[in-house]
């Protein structure tokens, strides 16, 4: 094992309390303290507004700081200057605590820093490892999963606390201290990491094959990928144009996905055509690539799901009863922002259980577990517990006074989908990407999660709509219950289409080569 590890995975610890100690009191504040200028029927929904739109700046950015460290200065200085950029965010966040302007600069900058680390860390982890120990690997990719909740649950769990006790200063400043502590434990290793340099300017990139595959002409043949590609970008053209109507965010994110998708599906018509001009290796590379960037985007319903325990969720516990306990002859009260300790405790329960004795069952069973397989699986269990939270919501909207408690079962349910596509997504991302585009393709790994909240965006602005509400009412149901069922259905399909793919994906294997097979 790479002795450099640990500090890697203290560093994660550390910088994922100060994300999800800010991240999980959010919402709550919002609502109850930045705007009050908002008519309290409106205030939820534009609470889920702003956070998702954080979270969509969060996993928009990795594709910035991927770009520059595989391009300009490396992964280490990248996530070390970032670094400070995030520290900046909290201060700005604990100082601008009651000026709208400056608190949301403050989550811009936290968007930027964490955004832009968020693949880096993950990839510059699994390049410590070669072919001579990349079977630790995944014990380690599953320590830095582990590592990551850690910081999540004490942070979900104390920062609530500290918000009502003491304030949003100090309950934003402590994560910019933790923020801080981290990035001096990444540096205080420097001189031991593994430092893989930047990809020198190369003919045969991505982008170069893609752009040749689209321009190439063939004899007595037209050239559809371009098309296809052109209606992308005319689609893109009119979404930025509905800015006015949809808001900048939801227009510039559905313009991006449209020239993903409707690029990559042109380059894919015609690759072959880049044959020759490229080599072989590098054809085949764009090729895999393409292949995962399906991958990524079936697995965004995932993420519109998971995303919202951080929102939804929280909406619908603030009108449920809060669970009492008495300990050591005290009265402890359960607030609904501290539920979400339940993710990551379970987290950190479920990842040993299942690599300790669920999978060797499901082995010696005949069941083969490939990275696919489990992140399918993954997707199918957050559509059960968006079923039980929507199930819930509904014996709510009949009158009946419900515990926060009974949001356990739909927790258990999301945490495991979690820790089947998100742990597993993290080396499946690294293990399948072409050395010189690892930090790109981790940034792809992470753009799946700002479209997952495209969509709930999209979902959220759509029932402000006078027809779109008189049809919700039509079915009988509450407005909140509706999405959740929606987002449900959404997520069972994805499921299904995603292990109709994956059952004619083919793996491949791009760690890097140790010193004896260099």
Known sequence: MPRQIPFIIANEAGERFSFYGMRNILTPFLISTLLLFIPMEDRASEAKHVFHTFVIGVYFFPLLGGWLADRFYGKYRVVFWLSLVYVA??????????????????????????????????????????????????????????????????????????????????????????????????????????????????????????????????????????????????GALASLAMSWSWGFVIAACLALVLLLAFGGIGVAMQLERARGAHPDDAVDGVRAVLRMLIVFALVTPFWSLFDQKASTWIVQANSMTYPTFHLFGSEFQFLPAQMQALNPMLVMLLIPFNNLVLFPVLRRAGVQLTALRRMGAGIAFSALAWVAIGTIQLVMDGGTPVSMAWQILPYVLLTMGEVLVSATGLEFAYSQAPLSMKGAIMSFWYLAVTVGSLWVLIVNSSVKNEAVLANIQSTGLGVMAFQMYFFAAFAGLAALVFALYASRYQMVDHYRCGPKAA
């Open 89 to 234: 965010g909290h201060a700005c966040l604990a100082y601008f605590e009651d000026n709208l302007k400056g608190f949301y600069f403050g989550l811009f900058l936290i968007a930027l820093g964490s955004g832009g680390i968020k693949p880096l860390v993950a990839s510059f982890c699994g390049d410590q490892f070669d072919q001579s120990n990349k079977n630790r690997a995944k014990v380690v990719f599953d320590a830095f999963y582990w590592s990551i909740n850690l910081g999540s649950f004490f942070a979900s769990l104390l920062m609530p606390v500290f918000l009502k006790n003491y304030g949003p200063s100090v309950a934003f400043g402590i994560p910019g201290i933790l923020m801080a502590l981290a990035t001096l434990v990444f540096w205080s290793a420097r001189k031991r990491y593994v430092h893989v340099p930047p990809a020198p300017p190369n003919p045969d990139s991505f982008t170069n094959v893609a752009r040749t595959a689209l321009l190439a002409r063939a004899a007595g043949q037209g050239r559809p990928g371009l098309v296809v590609a052109a209606i992308g970008l005319v």
